[in-house]
């Protein structure tokens, strides 16, 4: 079975443009997270999808959305990109949209943003 | 109150020798705590996962010890391998807030052959 995957693997934007990120839970994963890694911090929390609906969104200024398709697939959009962005984007997908020890949340190998 | 802390930030250890990352946490809801292993290029994985009803869970060379009334935990890594080699983050969540992970700083752990 396929884990999760994300693309593009590697993005280079400049200051002002819009990006759009795309991930592909696990077959049969309902929920996906998303988070964003700066380099040499833990991941912090984005959004959480779950059947569809926003179950959860972090600290993060509106310039930040996310949606998630009948697939179950998502899409994490920024837009007004700053210096501050460039970062690592995981996302991350498990069955059920709870965080508990029978429902592993596994991560993609995420998407490498610079913002230039 | 929604921090998670890890220390230490970096750790060298011998190989043959155990591994020992600690983590504090403040907030009294939270019900699930993970410790994740991320390699160069990779995204995090799970490696071992608590509840704080447990004191200690073991898995292969892999030991969470849980202390609910100091709100701390820890991550034990037996006769540590080369192949350990990475960054260790330990997280909490608080099922009420579905899948919401609170991660520690990371711990780049290096063993030495």
């Known amino acids: 079975d396929a884990g999760v995957t994300q693309s593009p693997t590697h993005l280079i934007k400049t200051r002002g443009q819009h990006v759009t990120l795309r991930c592909s839970p696990i077959?049969?994963?309902?929920?996906v997270s998303w988070y964003q890694q700066v380099l040499g911090q833990g991941p912090q929390f984005i959004f959480q999808?779950?059947?569809?609906?926003?179950?959860g969104r972090g600290n993060f200024p509106d310039r930040f959305s996310a949606r998630q398709f009948p697939n179950y697939s998502s899409e994490l959009n920024v837009n007004a990109l700053l210096l501050g962005d460039s970062a690592l984007y995981l996302c991350?997908?498990?069955?059920?949209?709870?965080?508990?020890?029978?429902?592993?949340?596994?991560f993609g190998a995420g998407t490498r943003l610079s913002v230039l | 109150q929604q921090q998670v802390k890890q220390s230490p930030q970096s750790l060298i250890v011998q190989k043959g020798g155990i591994s020992i990352i600690n983590c504090a946490y403040e907030?009294?809801?939270?019900?699930?705590f993970p410790w994740y292993q991320q390699f160069p290029g990779k995204g995090p994985a799970l490696l071992i996962a608590i509840r704080p009803d447990v004191s200690e869970k073991k898995e292969g060379r892999f030991t969470i010890s849980f202390n609910k009334s100091a709100k701390q935990f820890s991550l034990h890594i037996m006769d540590s391998q080369p192949g350990d080699s990475a960054t260790y983050f330990c997280?909490?969540?608080?099922?009420?807030?579905?899948?919401?992970?609170?991660f520690g700083q990371g711990t780049e752990l290096s063993v030495k052959p």
């Open positions: 991350a997908s498990s069955f059920r949209g709870r965080a508990e020890v029978k429902n592993i949340q596994y």
């Open positions: 999808y779950y059947e569809k609906e926003e179950r």
């Open positions: 997280a909490a969540s608080n099922n009420n807030q579905g899948g919401k992970l609170i």
């Open positions: 077959s049969g994963h309902k929920s």
């Open positions: 907030n009294t809801a939270f019900d699930y």
